[in-house]
């Protein structure tokens, strides 16, 4: 297949402004732009499909261009429901150096990263109704689907002249830069279009986009923060630990989709492993496959095997074997507490409410129902300080099969 049929293939063409882009991207090297607001300082794997779809076409041979918007940013895209929150001048500054590392590592410092209040703040508002605002007819803009969907509820001028905006962007980087392609998430048609529409009635020439499907849940949500299940791309806000148990229990539903989205993997690879994975599911090789490629595409080797090997202790219980900081890692969000003096084991699991009366700790004890540190234990007297704890800093308690406690060493 060419570039455009593998694009095609994956599901990530959904809307395409230009006849001829079939031909711009399988016979021509263009430049070509994504972009992004600023609004937080790490970008998150909503992002992520369309910087995987960047590569592709940086990986075919064609330039990418990033933008942050720290322009835009400041402004905010218009939100089907509501108006964003202001964003302040230094949080931008501080979410635009976040997201630029992660931008460098992705593409191996291969892209160009631009800013657009670079080319903006010295823009005063009589230049801007002049040299844009002029060219955009209002009922045009009142036709846009996000604009259309606020009138009810209302929409500021500011978040109403956003368009105009994102379409002067894409003017700027096809003047300065001969960038003649946006590609984007589908929610951002109607911006898109603007940008083109501008560039055609101020220079008479053609311009080119695509955008792809916005890339859901099994439940059918974006891969948004603001929808409150945001993976991060910064390991430090979302561990490969944490992707990689995100991943591996994927939907069968929605599994292939991702192969096909988020890895380089190719369609006779990818047909391969849906055709083990169907034969056997219980087995979930596709959900491996798809963390495999995606955390080593996004973290590394190391990191993929890392999440793994603390994934497969888990499931063997033999949590020794993992460091403090893993532990730390593997159990965010489980009951924790701290451990600030020697404590037995009877009074642990009562003071802390792992179970409800001594007596309940003994009938657990007495059934093999409590572990400390993987290693089952029945001695209530068991005494309980750093001398055990893993790194001599946590321990992990686990009553039954799947109720894990932390301890934490003071």
Avoid at 260 to 265: C, G, S
Wanted: glycine share 6%.
């Amino acid at each position: 297949m060419n570039l455009f049929e593998d694009l095609k293939w994956r599901g990530l063409i959904k809307d395409v402004a230009g006849e001829d882009i079939e031909k711009k991207l399988n016979e021509e090297k263009i430049t070509f732009y994504w972009g992004t607001d600023p609004t937080a300082d790490s970008l998150h794997i909503g992002h992520y499909s369309s910087l995987v779809t960047a590569k592709r076409l940086y990986k075919a041979g064609h330039n990418p261009i990033l933008l942050v918007g720290g322009a835009t940013g400041l402004i905010g895209d218009p939100r089907p429901t509501a108006e964003r929150e202001i964003i302040a001048f230094d949080t931008i500054a501080k979410n635009i150096e976040g997201i630029k590392s992660q931008i460098d590592k992705i593409f191996d410092g291969n892209a160009e990263l631009v800013n657009n209040y670079d080319w903006t703040k010295e823009m005063d508002l009589i230049t801007f109704l002049r040299d844009v605002g002029k060219y955009i007819n209002i009922n045009y803009m009142l036709d846009k689907d996000i604009i259309r969907r606020r009138l009810e509820t209302g929409i500021t001028f500011a978040e109403f002249t956003y368009t105009l905006m994102q379409g002067y962007d894409f003017l700027h980087l096809f003047e300065e830069k001969n960038c003649i392609m946006q590609v984007e998430g589908s929610d951002q048609w109607g911006n898109i279009t603007t940008g083109i529409d501008l560039i055609y009635k101020k220079t008479g020439k053609k311009a080119y986009a695509f955008t792809m499907p916005l890339i859901l849940d099994a439940n059918g949500n974006k891969f948004g923060k603001s929808e409150g299940n945001a993976l991060w791309l910064d390991i430090n806000k979302t561990s490969s630990y944490e992707l990689y148990q995100y991943l591996i229990n994927s939907d069968d539903s929605k599994v292939e989709e991702y192969l096909k989205v988020f890895t380089f993997l190719s369609k006779e690879e990818i047909e391969k492993i849906m055709k083990e994975h169907v034969e056997a599911p219980h087995l979930r090789i596709a959900q491996k496959a798809l963390a495999k490629e995606f955390i080593t595409d996004l973290h590394g080797a190391l990191e993929y095997e890392k999440a793994l090997k603390m994934s497969e202790v888990l499931f063997s219980g033999n949590v020794s074997d993992l460091s403090a900081n893993e532990i730390e890692i593997c159990f965010k969000g489980v009951p924790n507490f701290e451990i600030t003096e020697d404590i037995t084991l009877i009074d642990m699991l009562v003071n802390n409410n792992i179970t409800s009366s001594r007596r309940e700790a003994r009938e657990f004890l007495n059934s093999n129902a409590i572990s400390v540190n993987g290693n089952i234990v029945t001695d209530e007297n068991m005494l309980i300080n750093n001398n055990i704890a893993i790194d001599n800093k946590v321990i992990v308690i686990r009553r039954g099969k799947k109720k894990y406690f932390l301890g934490i060493i003071k």
